[in-house]
């Protein structure tokens, strides 16, 4: 895997960091979300899963509210 710095929003320190750091922040959050076996291991399915989720109900908090339930 390979950083692409020509994609990443800003190119000074502080923003590189951040932009980092929540990389690795939905990263960790990948991994540690459980998703249906219909739906496949690997991070791509569970992070199409998560958009599933997402689209269905808008509000942020509900979604954390279901995602906690299982």
């Not at 739906?39 to 689209?55: I, S, T, V």
Request: charged share 20%; net charge positive; glycine share 2%.
């Amino acid at each position: 895997m390979h950083l692409k710095l020509d994609r990443l929003i800003t190119k000074n320190v502080n923003g590189i960091a951040i932009q980092i750091y929540a990389s690795l922040i939905a990263y960790l959050i990948l991994q540690l979300v459980s998703v249906p076996k219909e739906w496949g291991e690997k991070m791509l399915d569970k992070f199409r899963y998560l958009q599933a989720c997402m689209c269905q109900q808008i509000s942020y908090v509900h979604w954390m509210e279901d995602i906690m339930k299982c």
